[in-house]
C-alpha cells in the first residue's frame, strides 16, 4: 500500500512560533502538493513542486520537495492565528500515477 | 459567485436507501473529482470525470455511479447506502484536460456531510 505518512499528527503552537510539517512515502512522486483544509470547508491548493530538491516559497510558507521525491515538508514562520488549519499533502506516485493523499496535520495556532 | 457548489450540505438518511449528490462548477473547468474524507480526515479520490468522460475510477463499490450530464455538473448517485458510506463527500474541478490530478489545481467545493443510520 503507498502511504504519505504526515507528522506530526497534531500540532499546537504559540502565535509567533517556527513550524515544520514532514509528509514521507517509501514510493517515488512525480509531483507532490500541499493543502490547507478549514473546518467545513473543502481543502484549498497551496502549492504544487515537481522536482527533487524544489523549493517554493508562500509568503511565510517554504515547502521543500526531498531530492529523492519521496518526501516534502512545510515550514511556517512566524505562525499567526490565521494558519489554524487541517494540512494535507498529495501526490502522484510515479509510474502507477495514483492520487494519494498523507495522513494529515491539525495545526492549532494560539493567539 | 461560488466556482464549485455542492448540494446538498448535510444528508442523513437510513441504511439501504439510494441517494444522489450534486455538484456544479462555474469555472469553465474540463475535468470534475469525487473525493471521500472519512471521520480520521483522510481523503481518498473516487472518481475523475473529462469532458463527461469517465477518466478514473478507483476501488469504488458499484454502488457509487456518477453521472456527468454535462462539463460544469458531476452528480454522485449512491445505492443501497451502507454505514460504512457516513463520510464527507467532496467535489472537486481543473482546469486542463487529461491531466492526472496532481499537476494541476483542482478547485474543491465545501462538501456534503453524509450520514448513514
Known amino acids: 500500500t503507498q502511504l504519505l505518512e504526515q507528522s506530526p499528527q497534531f500540532l499546537s503552537i504559540q502565535e509567533g512560533e517556527n513550524l515544520t510539517v514532514y509528509c514521507n512515502s517509501s514510493?517515488?512522486?512525480?509531483?507532490l502538493q500541499w493543502y490547507r483544509q478549514e473546518p467545513g470547508e473543502g481543502p484549498v491548493l497551496l502549492v504544487t513542486?515537481?522536482?527533487?530538491?524544489e523549493v517554493k516559497k508562500l509568503k511565510r510558507l517554504t515547502f521543500q520537495f526531498g531530492d529523492a521525491r519521496k518526501d516534502s515538508s512545510l515550514h511556517i514562520t512566524a505562525a499567526q492565528p490565521g494558519d489554524t488549519g487541517l494540512y494535507l499533502c498529495?501526490?502522484?506516485?510515479?509510474?502507477?500515477?495514483?492520487?494519494?493523499f498523507g495522513t494529515g496535520t491539525r495545526l492549532k495556532v494560539l493567539a | 459567485d461560488t466556482a464549485v457548489s455542492q448540494t446538498p450540505k448535510y444528508l442523513v438518511t437510513q441504511m439501504g436507501n439510494d441517494k444522489s449528490i450534486k455538484c456544479e462548477q462555474n469555472?469553465?473547468?474540463?475535468?470534475m473529482y469525487w473525493y471521500k474524507q472519512d471521520s480520521k480526515k483522510f481523503l481518498k479520490i473516487m472518481f475523475s470525470?473529462?469532458?463527461?468522460?469517465?477518466?478514473i475510477n478507483e476501488t469504488v463499490p458499484n454502488r457509487f455511479s456518477p453521472k456527468s450530464p454535462d462539463k460544469a455538473h458531476l452528480n454522485l448517485h449512491i445505492n443501497s447506502l451502507e454505514l460504512g458510506d457516513s463520510a464527507v463527500y467532496f467535489c472537486?474541478?481543473?482546469?486542463?484536460?487529461?491531466?492526472?490530478?496532481?499537476?494541476?489545481?483542482?478547485?474543491f467545493g465545501p462538501g456534503t456531510r453524509l450520514t448513514v443510520l
Open positions: 469555472l469553465g473547468h474540463d475535468t
Open positions: 513542486v515537481v522536482t527533487g530538491g
Open positions: 498529495a501526490g502522484v506516485t510515479s509510474g502507477t500515477y495514483k492520487y494519494i
Open positions: 472537486a474541478s481543473s482546469q486542463l484536460a487529461g491531466r492526472a490530478p496532481g499537476t494541476d489545481t483542482q478547485y
Open positions: 514510493s517515488v512522486f512525480s509531483s
Open positions: 470525470y473529462n469532458n463527461k468522460e469517465l477518466i
